[in-house]
């Protein structure tokens, strides 16, 4: 956080590509823009940019009033998907030499090109626009010197033969990218895959390349798929009613997951009310929501186990391989509104085609969806090996 006389030297200077000063408290496309285009630091600077909510373009105070409300609205931007990837990013109201403001402070990405709306909006000086090829194409450099997480690596045994480029175009570029750069652009398929990730500087596929758009991922990620069994009865035995092995990409894998978890939904009737209600075993959104949160946030890199997803007749079992991972411990796991991602490319694409509602959202809303379907909370069992999930069917 800066201080105050760094702040005054800030408001002190000229527009550049780490300050901008705005009068309007409500308009949410100018703060996202600017976000956007300090967490994509198209110079370089590696320097906090600065939005005052609150000031004139010469600096001086604007004498408007400034609220809790408006710091909301910035917070939101870091969870609710509209910038991707999420940006790092403080916002508070502060009186600066007797004059109220939101002070947002907005870090540089370690995951260049960052985009708001689908767009990839940067700052050169005071000019804040929509970036260029040729300035995306900087930006894709950037993130490829930076210390990068496994998903974002390219696989040497990959070629660019092994993803699925209709899939790509018709599926995850329409998701990612707003229509209008689309049509604008006229790059190359390679640029596309590369400024979305999915190809590395060598044009080697990366692991989310190949997570998102792979015709066949398990070849060179041997865990990357999900072995669902079910069991008649409540313990494993030799006995096995039905079991699959779900691989593929990721829309794939998500669709053949919610066949199978609206095809196991036991609906049971309730007669007690003057007309006949059916109420699930399960909320769908829980169970949906948890494998989900399973395959994405999993480790990919250090082990060959699937995604676990066991069905008995009295509950659900997910196991995921990997344990919690960054600032999440064992003991802060699960708490509403802690997010950190093993899988940061991975959870963005997800996002983007809108498989994860807002980030560090699943559980909570797992959580609530069984509370009111009447099913006992959400049981975890968390190391530094794994995360394995119980939810039990309703009474």
């Known amino acids: 956080m800066l201080s105050d006389d760094e702040l005054r030297n800030r408001l002190s200077r000229a527009e550049t590509d780490t300050v901008e000063r705005t009068q309007s408290t409500n308009n949410t496309t100018k703060f996202g823009e600017a976000i956007c285009a300090f967490s994509n630091d198209l110079l370089d600077r590696r320097e906090i940019g600065v939005l005052f909510i609150g000031a004139t373009d010469d600096g001086n105070c604007a004498n408007i009033t400034v609220d809790e409300k408006i710091v909301q609205r910035i917070l939101a931007f870091r969870r609710n998907g509209e910038i991707l990837p999420p940006p790092s990013l403080t916002a508070r109201i502060h009186t600066l030499d007797g004059c109220e403001m939101v002070i947002v402070e907005v870090l540089p990405s370690e995951m260049p090109p960052v985009r708001y709306d689908g767009r990839i909006c940067i700052r050169a000086g005071a000019r804040r626009d929509y970036a260029t090829a040729e300035e995306e194409r900087q930006l894709v ?59 590395d500087s060598n044009n080697l596929p990366t692991a989310v390349g190949l997570l998102i758009c792979g015709k066949n991922p398990c070849a060179f990620l041997p865990g990357a798929y999900v072995q669902f069994v079910r069991y008649p009865g409540t313990v494993i035995g030799d006995l096995v009613q039905d079991q699959k092995e779900i691989s593929g990409p990721l829309s794939q894998v998500f669709s053949q997951l919610d066949e199978l978890i609206a095809a196991n939904n036991r609906r049971r009737a309730d007669l007690s009310g003057p007309k006949q209600t059916d109420h699930p075993d399960y909320p769908q959104i829980a169970i949906q929501e ?20 066991t069905w ?84």
């Open 141 to 199: 450099e950037k993130r490829r010197r930076a210390n990068i997480s496994f998903d974002q690596r390219g696989i040497p045994e990959a070629t660019i033969n092994d993803l699925d480029l209709l899939r790509f175009r018709e599926e995850y570029l329409r998701a990612a990218v707003h229509p209008d750069v689309i049509e604008e652009n006229g790059r190359t398929v390679e640029e596309q895959l590369r400024a979305l990730g999915l190809l």
């Open 290 to 309: 948890m494998v989900r949160n399973a395959i994405i946030h999993r480790n990919y890199e250090a082990t060959t186990s699937p995604v676990m997803f």
């Open 312 to 395: 008995f007749d009295d509950r659900v079992e997910i196991t995921s391989p990997g344990g919690p991972f960054g600032a999440i411990t064992v003991e802060s796991f699960g708490q509403a509104g802690l997010s950190e991602a093993r899988n940061p490319a991975l959870a963005t694409a997800a996002k983007a085609m809108n498989y994860v509602q807002r980030f560090g959202s699943g559980i909570p809303r797992a959580r609530a969806a069984m509370e009111a379907n009447g099913n006992p909370p959400i049981e975890f069992e968390v190391n530094n090996a794994f995360v394995h999930v119980r939810l039990r069917a309703a009474p």
